[in-house]
């Protein structure tokens, strides 16, 4: 009697799960790059707008230089209290030889501008202070769509020209876009608790990389779990890898970029996000479709902040660049009366593989079928 025998189950294996996983579609180095090509070539634009320099732009960018010195004077008090705490020492203490007083400086130096990343903190603060960066944003736009219709006026078929922006955009009411609330304290004090949180775990991670034994895989761990859910398992896994041999102070200065790009990226894009009204599930879809030009985008303009106090003066060259960005990335919106299913259809980037296959001097060459709703007179005034 012949025997049977049984094989030992094999274990089955997800290849799409796995595929999923791997996926670094949304975040490839090409949309990257073209996002760091928008930064230029939106800034560009954005310093032809003759409306950019009108008094009362002047006037605001007097105040973005003020406040820059401002905060720089903010960042720096602290600084200057030890330093003084520290003169003061001198003199009952020699001083002369010591190394660890200068370690003192330069580590609170670095804590404040790269761990809490104190700069944009107050630049960003601007935003709730004042209405000019949505102002500024919606003037851009106004002219990113002129520009585009004198640009094609002489097109054998205008009805290939996309849709305007401006003049259904600027029907919508203004809401906040992280709250959906027209409160200017409520909105003030949600992003004032979302720096506060950002901050305080920073700080946490950063102490706990000065533990014995463990400290050295803190950082590593912290972009291996930031980087899985925004690039995927490979690439966060190469990230750890290089993470545990490289010098702590690298590593929070490549983690606290990529944090800071995508927080600003936020942050520019607030006049959009206040009048087109995505959910929760929605808005987070929509910034992983296209976050790998994002990302270009705000680390161009992030590296540029950092200029000495000019930095407020650029973030107000940002957010007019962004309107020229959301003309790339989302479709023009209808009117108000027709915004139920637009969120629903913008959620993933349609016109992704066409617009990055573009070459850089035909950036515009990408037009859109013409809206399936009646245009309104693309240069309006008031």
């Known amino acids: 009697m012949a025997s049977t025998s049984t094989r030992p189950p094999q274990l089955e294996i997800d290849k799409e799960k796995i595929k999923q996983k791997l996926d670094v579609s949304h975040f490839d180095p090409n949309a990257v790059i073209r996002g760091i090509q928008l930064t230029l070539v939106g800034a560009h634009r954005a310093l032809q707008n003759p409306g950019l320099f009108t008094s009362k732009h002047y006037r605001q960018a007097a105040i973005a230089?003020?406040?820059?010195?401002?905060?720089?004077?903010?960042?720096?008090?602290?600084?200057?209290?030890?330093?003084?705490?520290?003169?003061?020492?001198?003199?009952?203490?020699?001083?002369?030889?010591?190394?660890?007083?200068?370690?003192?400086?330069?580590?609170?130096?670095?804590?404040?501008?790269?761990?809490?990343?104190?700069?944009?903190?107050?630049?960003?603060?601007?935003?709730?202070?004042?209405?000019?960066?949505?102002?500024?944003?919606?003037?851009?736009?106004?002219?990113?769509?002129?520009?585009?219709?004198?640009?094609?006026?002489?097109?054998?078929?205008?009805?290939?020209?996309?849709?305007?922006?401006?003049?259904?955009?600027?029907?919508?009411?203004?809401?906040?876009?992280?709250?959906?609330?027209?409160?200017?304290?409520?909105?003030?004090?949600?992003?004032?608790?979302?720096?506060?949180?950002?901050?305080?775990?920073?700080?946490?991670?950063?102490?706990?990389?000065?533990?014995?034994?463990?400290?050295?895989?803190?950082?590593?761990?912290?972009?291996?779990?930031?980087?899985?859910?925004?690039?995927?398992?490979?690439?966060?896994?190469?990230?750890?890898?290089?993470?545990?041999?490289?010098?702590?102070?690298?590593?929070?200065?490549?983690?606290?970029?990529?944090?800071?790009?995508?927080?600003?990226?936020?942050?520019?894009?607030?006049p959009y996000f206040a009048r087109i009204h995505f959910t929760k599930e929605e808005k987070k879809k929509w910034f992983r479709s296209r976050e790998g030009l994002l990302f270009g985008f705000g680390i161009g303009f992030y590296i540029l902040l950092r200029v000495p106090l000019l930095g407020v003066l650029i973030y107000g060259i940002a957010e007019a660049s962004t309107a020229y960005l959301i003309t790339k990335v989302s479709d023009p919106p209808p009117p108000p009366s027709q915004s139920k299913e637009f969120t629903a259809s913008q959620i993933e980037w349609k016109n992704k593989a066409k617009f990055l296959s573009l070459p850089l001097a035909n950036i515009d060459a990408l037009n859109k079928e013409p809206p399936p709703y009646q245009e309104i007179d693309p240069y309006p005034r008031g």
């Not at 409520?186 to 990389?209: N, P, Q």
């Not at 000065?210 to 190469?238: H, M, W």
């Open 65 to 270: 230089v003020a406040g820059g010195i401002v905060i720089r004077l903010v960042i720096s008090f602290p600084i200057i209290g030890i330093k003084v705490l520290l003169w003061l020492l001198s003199f009952v203490f020699s001083l002369d030889h010591a190394t660890w007083d200068d370690k003192v400086i330069n580590g609170l130096t670095f804590i404040e501008e790269h761990v809490l990343q104190a700069p944009l903190f107050f630049m960003t603060l601007m935003r709730y202070v004042t209405p000019t960066l949505d102002t500024l944003f919606m003037d851009s736009l106004r002219w990113v769509d002129t520009t585009y219709v004198e640009k094609h006026k002489h097109d054998e078929d205008p009805s290939r020209l996309r849709a305007m922006y401006y003049p259904n955009l600027r029907q919508y009411s203004v809401k906040d876009g992280s709250t959906n609330s027209s409160s200017t304290a409520e909105a003030l004090s949600m992003f004032v608790y979302r720096f506060a949180r950002k901050g305080a775990i920073s700080l946490a991670v950063f102490a706990l990389s000065y533990l014995p034994y463990v400290g050295r895989f803190v950082l590593p761990a912290a972009s291996f779990y930031t980087f899985n859910k925004a690039v995927g398992l490979g690439p966060a896994a190469i990230i750890f890898g290089t993470g545990v041999v490289l010098p702590r102070r690298y590593l929070v200065i490549f983690l606290q970029s990529y944090f800071a790009s995508r927080s600003l990226m936020r942050e520019l894009l607030e």
